[in-house]
C-alpha cells in the first residue's frame, strides 16, 4: 500500500530552522511530482511548495518564496523541505503529497494530489 511519512517537525523559536521529510514506501513515487502543504489552525489546507519528479522544476507559495526549498532524492524514494526564517505565522501542520498524473508543470492545486501524509506539525514561537 502506498504511503507518505512526514517527520521532522517540531518546536522552533522564530528565525530558526527545520528541515521535513517525506519517506515514500509501497510504490515508488519516483515518476510523481511531490508538493508540501499546511493547514494553521482554522484556516483551510494552502499549497507550500512542489517539485517536479526529476527536480528540475520548483515552485513555492508567495509566503514562503525566498525562505523555504524543496528538494528530493529519487534513490531514497524521499522529499524534503528545508524551512529557514521561521515566523510564527509558519505554525501549522505540514502535509506531503503527491501527484500521480503526467502534467507539463507541477501543479499547486490541492485536489489535483492523490497521495497524502498524516501530517506533522510545525510550531514558531515568537
Known amino acids: 500500500q502506498a504511503q507518505l511519512v512526514e517527520s521532522g517537525g517540531g518546536l522552533v523559536q522564530a528565525g530558526g530552522s527545520l528541515r521535513l521529510s517525506c519517506a515514500a514506501s509501497g510504490r515508488t513515487f519516483n515518476n510523481y511530482a511531490m508538493g508540501w502543504f499546511r493547514q494553521g489552525p482554522g484556516k483551510e489546507r494552502e499549497f507550500v511548495a512542489t517539485?517536479?519528479?526529476?527536480?528540475?522544476?520548483?515552485y513555492y507559495g508567495d509566503s514562503v518564496k525566498g525562505r523555504f526549498t524543496i528538494s528530493r532524492d529519487n534513490a531514497k524514494n524521499t522529499v524534503y523541505l528545508q524551512m529557514n526564517s521561521l515566523k510564527p505565522e509558519d505554525t501549522a501542520v505540514y502535509y506531503c503529497?503527491?501527484?500521480?498524473?503526467?502534467?507539463?508543470?507541477?501543479?499547486?492545486?490541492?485536489?489535483?494530489?492523490?497521495?497524502w501524509g498524516q501530517g506533522t506539525q510545525v510550531t514558531v514561537s515568537s
Open positions: 517539485i517536479s519528479w526529476g527536480g528540475g522544476s520548483t
Open positions: 503529497a503527491a501527484d500521480r498524473r503526467y502534467r507539463v508543470e507541477p501543479t499547486t492545486r490541492v485536489s489535483q494530489y492523490d497521495y
